[in-house]
């Protein structure tokens, strides 16, 4: 039993325009949910805002023992290129690294008028150090200190707040990189410098510079708010020992560890990592049989797989067409959100996004001077959404705006009626979203008949059914506070580290034994960056992987090694990864060659420590349930092909009680959400207050 | 049919086009399906039209031609459901070099056929002279290569495993041939399934009506493109600088492009005669110039199909460099293409002056044959190298990188060296060889290359005497270049595209084409000259060439 002491665990997620804040009762098992405008001038002080609301609601802040944060703080500072002046020190020669990156286009391969984007440091910052390393780590020309020294002189002098090292094959062999490190320290006191073998100690030399330069380029920023939300959450006596941020990993780092530098990155792609972790946290046992995550929210919607109870990880990504080669949630995002805009093409076709109407001036049914047509009014149009009941009727939206949008600028193009357009703008949105879905699912391996699809975000239950439908998918659950779900995802991670040492060598050359060393002086490093970060090594548990890949192959696959060896790698464990690489080659991509040969390109180690999770309680049925027909508070026409009315029951969430069965059509309306359901669908409200949309009347 | 429908299913074809894409590039065993992804994947339609264009945009054109050939060799009654056919002919299907092979697999609803999925993908030795194929001097398509004419690889569902042992049999690199064949056939097969699988759903007349209705509306918005251009008459010509085999004669690439009551014709007629070395090109490579070319001028949002063959009308004359006849060598084809892009671009920008380019580099390809390779390693490496746009209006040219119809990866100089015995010593930009003027020209690069072992290098380039042009009195970009022994009493400069037998230790250096200037330099922006020369890109004394002489 917890003591009032420490009786209350608190999330909070910060997003574009709403800072979303959970705060769970660990005596009641309550959550509590706040919501307020986010203040990107100054981030730290929405969370101060936040916090200081349940402080008047009488919660006392030194009772919170918890504190998790998931911010978008990097992400918007690369977006809007506000990160530090960046200097780079790298091996004399290479110059062009930095200029040809992947050489190959990014964007639209007609227009011949191409940039790249702005670098993160200019070649006036950029700096040559004489050393070299071989593809063994062997040293072929000593670091040259001096050089190393007037180099980091000369970037402080030109105003560099932050500086790079991106050495070659630095991943082989680190000792250049730090002994550079150690230079510019003692050069300049206080100076942060990124180090490629720490950041992303990782094979193919401009992916690790770029992912290093973003490091460098946002830690200061990061380490400023953590800083200044320290302060502030301290100020208000928020009495946590420990303070969590979230990470793309899907997992949280501790405060001082951001601090520490080296993982500010790993910060860059967390924007919707909470909402995928909660799901697959909170429902493991429908993700079991495996569940799609759809968070559709204004611009855009995020999907996600998640198998087993664990959601899918890449190692490589992309940011504001920047390379980023971080462990990240598998996701992908398409343009199709509520403020996603419909529109006529050149050749006459009916398209939608990937341009936004954003939050101003927003669809055209907010009223606030937009005149093209979104999905939202699409939405609205077709009887979806209440206009007197969004965000609990905090809002009111202009149907007739809505309406002349449409035919303006859809209907009266195509000769045909404004129910129609509307109807269409949402068979092409929602198919979009199928489609990305399943070529997601293909690229991934994933069978999609048994899954459950998991909407959430503003726009996702509206949306979820239809999308379900076109995939063949039979059935949806939809959380009880679909919009607060990111902000409660973050009340169910562990924390989580990353690392990795690549050396590309034949499998067959490597011995169980070199591997196992390189796999514990990897653990040793993470043991020991765990106590400095207040934790203790008993609480942690490590899992192993290799990258693997046929020889010759370009790309790599990450193969665990979980439960192939006891205590120490043996010969036989490898022989067991090699066929563990076969099959997920053939289950990814559709076939192995077990004749072929194998290399190891990289090794990875994860840490995880345990962290307390929020733990949904069982609701009990109350005993006498109230009747269906009592829960309606009304009806409305929905036209679900554009032509035909449809009376529809509208519900209140709250009114619905657990047991409660319910037959489409019908509307399940609350505070930050809307569920459609569909003629032939039936919804149930499970223990756990999830709404359960199945295909076929009940 | 609803404007809603075609919609839906052009993004299906469209999602379609990008799973068999990334199944392909994540399957391949060749580091140029995984590193440098030279491969497409298309859905065509019964007549073999393209609906949706790949990324790697130039195959689109070759479909129409193999697909063509296929239905005039078989007859629709000759091709049945479970058949796959291959070919690599650039003759017989318009494959761009015999290094391409193509897939191509019919789909059937109702007992007639609706579609075809196609692939096409480079692969790492096909045979012939020389190891990887592409031969910088072939003078018979009989040295580039085993020829296979369109056949049938898969016969009603049934594998031949014949056909590919003899295609293999006469590969080098028979492991990575049959491991990407094998991927490329994969994936198909699975595009032609979910062709299937949308007929079953939507109705095999409804796609077949979206198919027709997406290449009219792509005619369409060409065509009214073309109508708002001014009419008239322009020609352009430029030069290549050899053939790679008769090393001093130049070759001739010209267009004379005359817009008349909304129709745009593109005549190559004045171009030079076939020639002898592997610099020759199909029809459906001056077709992708073309569109290529007026998509990048007149909307680089329009969206490439079949379709558009209406709106346009290309004449290529017989026994020329642009329509050779056989056995005429084609491997190098890729640096001519570039160079006739450059040469329509510039007739074109005297219709549109808005998107004016100065003339760009072009990509460069490197093969080194390694004698005694790493251990568990292939013997071939084999880099493609790009190089820089030209300026243009209003905008300075991009440097480093994959310029108009060419954009492979590079391959890291990390993933080289663990994988052959090579050191690239160097990879440094080049000041002051950006072509001067208002807008700039992209740098020319430099790489340092020292060799562990000995080997057999082969590089294939343009540009060398005839550096990328500068328009509207922009200066020329530096021209390519390539230094051998170096550091050597016999340290030279190719004339051109060659081959040479080198010895370990042995250096040399690659130096690729800048892009051309637009503008007189000395109207360029001050400030963006002073910018120039903080990032090395300018010095001090070739700022001296942006004043007023």
């Not at chain 1, 703080?73 to 960046?86: C, F, H, P, S, Y």
């Not at chain 2, 293409?337 to 450059?342: A, I, S, T």
């Not at chain 2, 200037?517 to 000259?529: E, M, V």
């Amino acid at each position: 039993m917890k003591d009032a002491k420490s009786r209350y665990r608190l999330g909070v997620d910060v997003g574009g325009t709403h800072t979303d804040l959970v705060l769970l009762d660990t005596m009641s098992g309550e959550l509590l949910v706040e919501k307020v405008s986010s203040t990107p001038s100054n981030p730290a002080l929405g969370v101060l805002n936040g916090v200081a609301k349940f402080v008047a609601r009488g919660i006392p802040a030194d009772a919170i023992e918890f504190f998790a944060h998931g911010t978008t703080i990097t992400t918007n500072a690369l977006l809007e290129m506000r990160g530090a002046k960046v200097g780079v020190l790298i091996t004399k020669g290479y110059r062009a690294v930095q200029e040809i990156q992947a050489q190959a286009r990014d964007g639209n391969l007609f227009d011949y008028f191409y940039s790249k984007p702005t670098p993160i440091v200019p070649q006036s910052l950029t700096r040559e150090i004489p050393e070299r390393s071989d593809y063994l780590g062997n040293v072929l020309l000593p670091l040259d200190r001096d050089a190393v020294r007037n180099a980091a002189r000369q970037l402080h002098e030109a105003g560099a707040e932050s500086i790079a090292v991106c050495y070659l094959f630095s991943f082989m062999n680190p000792e250049h990189e730090e002994e550079t490190r150690r230079i510019i320290q003692a050069e300049i006191p206080g100076a942060q410098v990124s180090i490629s073998s720490e950041v992303l100690p990782r094979i193919r030399e401009w992916a690790r510079l770029s992912t290093t330069l973003l490091n460098a380029y946002l830690e200061p920023v990061l380490v400023r708010y953590i800083d200044h939300l320290n302060k502030g959450l301290d100020e208000v006596g928020v009495g946590t020992q420990q303070r969590f941020l979230m990470q793309s990993n899907g997992g949280v780092m501790p405060f001082s560890a951001a601090i520490a530098g080296g993982r500010t990155v790993h910060t860059l792609l967390s924007g919707p990592a909470a909402g995928a972790q909660a799901s697959a946290y909170l429902n493991e046992k429908e993700a079991t049989s495996g569940l799609v995550t759809l968070d559709m929210g204004g611009t855009s919607a995020d999907i996600a797989f998640i198998e087993g109870g664990m959601p899918l990880e890449v190692t490589e990504g992309v940011i504001a067409r920047r390379q980023i080669d971080v462990p990240a949630l598998d996701m992908t995002t398409i343009s199709a959100g509520g403020g996603s805009l419909a529109w006529i093409d050149g050749a006459g076709f009916l398209t939608v996004g990937p341009q936004s109407a954003g939050a101003a001036p927003g669809p055209a049914c907010y009223g606030r001077g937009g005149t093209r047509p979104a999905v939202t009014d699409a939405d609205v149009v077709c009887g979806y959404l209440n206009p007197n009941y969004f965000l609990g009727g905090s809002q009111t939206l202009d149907v007739e705006a809505s309406r002349n949008a449409i035919k303006t600028e859809i209907a009266d193009k195509l000769g045909i009626s404004v129910l129609e357009a509307a109807a269409g703008v949402r068979r092409i949105v929602d198919m979009r979203m199928a489609d990305e879905v399943r070529v997601f699912a293909a690229k991934r391996g994933v069978d999609l008949s048994t899954f459950t699809l998991l909407p959430f975000g503003g726009a996702g239950a509206v949306h979820a059914a239809a999308v379900a439908e076109e995939l063949g998918m039979k059935r949806l659950l939809v959380p009880p506070r679909p919009g607060a779900f990111s902000a409660l995802g973050l009340l169910c991670t562990d924390v989580v580290h990353d690392y990795i040492r690549s050396e590309l060598r034949p499998l067959a050359d490597v011995s169980p034994e070199h591997a196992d060393e390189i796999f514990r002086v990897l653990e040793k490093k993470a043991s020991e960056e765990l106590v400095a970060e207040g934790m203790k090594v008993e609480d942690a548990m490590f899992s192993r992987e290799l990258d693997l890949r046929y020889t010759g192959q370009g790309y790599e696959l990450r193969t665990p090694l979980d439960g192939l060896f006891n205590g120490r790698l043996d010969a036989k464990a490898m022989v067991a990864a090699r066929d563990r690489f076969d099959e997920r080659h053939a289950q990814i991509h559709g076939h192995a060659a077990k004749e072929r040969s194998v290399e190891v390109v990289s090794y990875r180690l994860r840490l995880r420590v345990a962290v307390p999770k929020y733990v949904p309680t069982l609701g009990v049925a109350p005993a006498k349930p109230r009747a269906v027909a009592e829960a309606i508070k009304g009806t409305r026409t929905i036209y679900f092909d554009g032509r035909t009315p449809v009376e529809s029951n509208v519900y209140e969430r709250d009114g619905l009680d657990i047991g409660i069965v319910l037959n489409g059509p019908a509307v399940i309306e609350q505070f930050d959400a809307t569920t459609i359901v569909p003629p032939t669908w039936s919804a149930r409200v499970d223990h756990y207050h999830n709404l359960i949309l199945e295909r076929g009347n009940a | 049919m609803d404007a809603i429908t075609i919609q839906i299913l052009r993004n299906k074809i469209a999602s379609l086009v990008d799973e068999m894409h990334y199944h392909f590039y994540r399957s391949g065993y060749s580091t140029i399906i995984r590193e440098s992804r030279d491969f497409s994947c298309v859905i065509l339609d019964k007549d073999g039209r393209l609906i949706v264009s790949p990324p790697m945009f130039f195959h689109a054109p070759v479909y129409r031609h193999l697909v063509g050939r296929i239905l005039e060799l078989y007859g629709k009654d000759g091709i049945k459901p479970g058949d796959v056919f291959v070919s690599n002919h650039p003759y017989e299907g318009g494959l761009p070099h015999v290094s391409d092979m193509a897939f191509v697999a019919p789909i059937f609803a109702d007992g007639k056929i609706v579609a075809f999925s196609g692939t096409i993908a480079h692969k790492a030795d096909v045979g012939g002279t020389v190891p990887g194929s592409t031969s910088a001097n072939a003078t018979e398509m009989f040295h580039e290569g085993v020829l296979i004419p369109p056949i049938k690889i898969w016969d009603e569902g049934r594998f031949l495993p014949d056909v590919e042992r003899l295609i293999v049999a006469n590969s080098r690199q028979p492991v990575l041939v049959r491991g990407d064949m094998g991927a490329q056939i994969a994936v198909t097969q699975t595009g032609a399934k979910r062709v299937t699988e949308l007929c079953e759903r939507f109705g095999s007349n409804v796609v077949t009506e979206a198919f027709a209705a997406i290449l009219k509306g792509a005619a369409d918005e060409l065509k009214s493109a073309i109508a708002a251009l001014p009419e008239g008459e322009y020609s352009a010509e430029g030069l290549l600088d050899n053939d790679g085999v008769d090393v001093e004669r130049s070759i001739r690439l010209a267009v004379t492009i005359t817009v008349k009551n909304g129709l745009a014709t593109f005549d190559f007629s004045k171009s030079d005669p076939q020639a002898r070395g592997p610099v020759n090109l199909r029809p459906s490579m001056v077709e992708a110039c073309v569109f290529y070319s007026l998509i990048g001028c007149l909307g680089p949002r329009f969206h490439f199909n079949d379709g558009m063959r209406d709106a346009v009308r290309i004449v290529v004359a017989p026994r020329t460099i642009v329509n050779a006849e056989a056995p005429a060598p084609v491997s190098n084809y890729q640096m001519v293409n570039l160079k006739l892009v450059d040469v329509i671009l510039e007739a074109l920008a005297r219709f549109h002056p808005e998107r004016a380019i100065a003339g760009s580099g072009a990509s460069s390809a490197l093969s080194i044959s390694w004698l005694r390779p790493r251990p568990g390693q292939s013997n071939m490496q084999y880099e493609i190298l790009g190089s820089a746009y030209g300026g243009g209006m209003g905008h300075d040219g991009c440097s480093a990188t994959a310029a108009h119809l060419s954009n492979l990866h590079i391959t890291p100089i990390e993933i080289l060296e663990s994988e052959y015995p090579v050191r690239i010593n160097r990879f440094e930009m080049v000041p002051d060889t950006g072509g001067a003027g208002k807008w700039r020209g992209g740098l020319s690069f430099q790489r340092e290359y020292e060799l562990l072992e000995d080997a057999t290098v082969i590089r294939r380039f343009d540009k060398t005497r005839f550096p990328p042009s500068g328009l509207e009195e922009g200066k020329d970009g530096a021209r390519a270049r390539w230094l051998v022994h170096v550091g050597t009493k016999d340290e030279m400069e190719t004339k051109g595209s060659a081959r040479f037998e080198m010895k370990a230790g042995a250096r040399f250096v690659l130096q690729s084409a800048a892009g051309g200037g637009y503008g007189a330099p000395d109207k360029r922006d001050p400030a963006a000259l002073a910018r120039d020369v903080a990032e090395g890109y300018v010095t001090a004394a070739g700022a001296a060439h942006y004043q007023k002489s």
